[in-house]
């Protein structure tokens, strides 16, 4: 995707007009891709780590051991890309081609 001060020179609009983003990108027919690159790239990322008998992997599987920090949980890495559990989602990535069919977030 192109930055949009390319689309902007593309369509000649000048930087002190007050015409938005989302107005500039429905001009030149394209759409925001920056979360979708974000969900496939950590797709990618968690798919060749869960491959791989590694100590990331280690880690990834393994349990904290004492207390919970007070506050609201942090949102991490895999929950985004888990929607039944971490096993199923372990038994896709081993099957390269049921992985890369795989399109997590599809509800949303």
């Known amino acids: 995707m192109l930055e ?6 593309m369509e000649k609009i000048s930087w002190t007009e007050r015409i ?7 001009l030149v027919g394209e759409r925001r891709q920056m979360v979708d690159t974000i969900v496939k790239r950590k797709k990618n990322w968690i798919g060749h780590s869960l491959r791989h008998e590694c100590l990331l992997r280690e880690v990834i599987e393994g349990k904290m051991v004492g207390k919970r920090p007070r506050g609201r949980p942090r949102i991490g890495m895999l929950n985004e890309l888990i929607e039944d559990s971490y096993g199923d989602m372990k038994r896709r990535a081993e099957n390269r081609q049921e992985w890369r069919r795989w399109t997590p977030r599809t509800c949303q």
Do not use: A
């Open 4 to 9: 949009m001060w390319c689309w902007r020179k």
């Open 20 to 26: 938005t983003n989302d107005e500039v990108l429905r």
